[in-house]
């Protein structure tokens, strides 16, 4: 059980700490095990089929190549936001919350180093960020599958809140951040690749419907017209 000492402890991270874990110890097998699977697993899975989605979708609409290029940009940003996380990890070399805490209930085992910033919630952030930048509606349904990696990574105990919250910041600082020099780089290669017979299928713009030409008038309709 988790301990009831934290109640008097005036650390609100604290607090919302103990009690989404306590929620979390609550649960039901089935449900603890769910929470795991998707707070370790299952919703990154999500989130790469979400970007694979939007790639679908993308792919044949006028700014084919510029929208292609943003959601390759998508998973671009979530590895450069894994990358960036590192050296912040080592730096701050906070320990993880069930180590100065060993009433908390540890619901995923096997998790050692260090936990700020947390690596699910800056890499989930940075693929809403940048997939709404694309596609709004696919945009908002990753940023609320990011609140559920943040939020499930503390349910878990193992991570605290504001090592989801420095998650979130860091994955939006690389998506919006870099966004511009992706866009520069990206969107001349998608281009390319749409215009090459073999790698056509990355991006096939929608061709505008040509007008179709009028008929020519009769002297007699002609006279009539004037």
């Given at each position: 059980?988790?301990?009831?000492?934290?109640?008097d402890n005036p650390d609100i991270e604290l607090d919302v700490l103990y009690d989404l874990n306590g929620f979390g110890e609550s649960l039901p097998g089935w449900g603890e095990r769910a929470v795991t699977f998707l707070g370790e697993h299952g919703i990154p899975v999500?989130?790469?089929?979400?970007?694979?989605?939007?790639?679908?979708?993308?792919?044949?609409?006028?700014?084919?190549?510029?929208?292609?290029?943003?959601?390759?940009?998508?998973?671009?940003?979530?590895?450069?936001?894994?990358?960036?996380?590192?050296?912040?990890?080592?730096?701050?070399?906070?320990?993880?919350?069930?180590?100065?805490?060993?009433?908390?209930?540890?619901?995923?085992?096997?998790?050692?180093?260090?936990?700020?910033?947390?690596?699910?919630?800056?890499?989930?952030?940075?693929?809403?960020?940048?997939?709404?930048?694309?596609?709004?509606?696919?945009?908002?349904?990753?940023?609320?599958?990011?609140?559920?990696?943040?939020?499930?990574?503390?349910?878990?105990?193992?991570?605290?809140?504001?090592?989801?919250?420095?998650?979130?910041?860091?994955?939006?600082?690389?998506?919006?951040?870099?966004?511009?020099?992706?866009?520069?780089?990206?969107?001349?290669?998608?281009?390319?690749?749409?215009?090459?017979?073999?790698?056509?299928?990355?991006?096939?713009?929608?061709?505008?419907?040509?007008?179709?030409?009028?008929?020519?008038?009769?002297?007699?309709?002609?006279?009539?017209?004037?």
């Amino acid at each position: 059980m988790a301990g009831l000492d934290h109640l008097d402890n005036p650390d609100i991270e604290l607090d919302v700490l103990y009690d989404l874990n306590g929620f979390g110890e609550s649960l039901p097998g089935w449900g603890e095990r769910a929470v795991t699977f998707l707070g370790e697993h299952g919703i990154p899975v999500a989130l790469t089929l979400l970007v694979v989605g939007a790639w679908f979708l993308v792919r044949r609409r006028a700014d084919a190549a510029q929208a292609v290029a943003g959601t390759a940009w998508a998973g671009l940003a979530a590895g450069l936001a894994f990358l960036a996380n590192a050296p912040i990890r080592d730096f701050v070399a906070r320990p993880r919350p069930f180590v100065d805490h060993p009433d908390l209930a540890v619901l995923l085992e096997g998790k050692d180093g260090y936990s700020f910033v947390s690596d699910h919630a800056s890499v989930a952030m940075a693929v809403a960020v940048a997939l709404f930048l694309v596609h709004r509606v696919l945009g908002a349904i990753a940023f609320g599958l990011a609140l559920l990696q943040g939020l499930a990574r503390v349910i878990l105990g193992v991570h605290y809140p504001s090592d989801v919250i420095g998650g979130f910041a860091l994955g939006t600082a690389v998506a919006l951040l870099l966004a511009p020099l992706a866009q520069a780089a990206l969107t001349p290669l998608v281009r390319a690749c749409s215009r090459n017979r073999r790698l056509g299928w990355v991006a096939r713009p929608r061709e505008e419907p040509r007008p179709r030409p009028q008929p020519e008038l009769t002297e007699h309709q002609s006279r009539l017209a004037a």
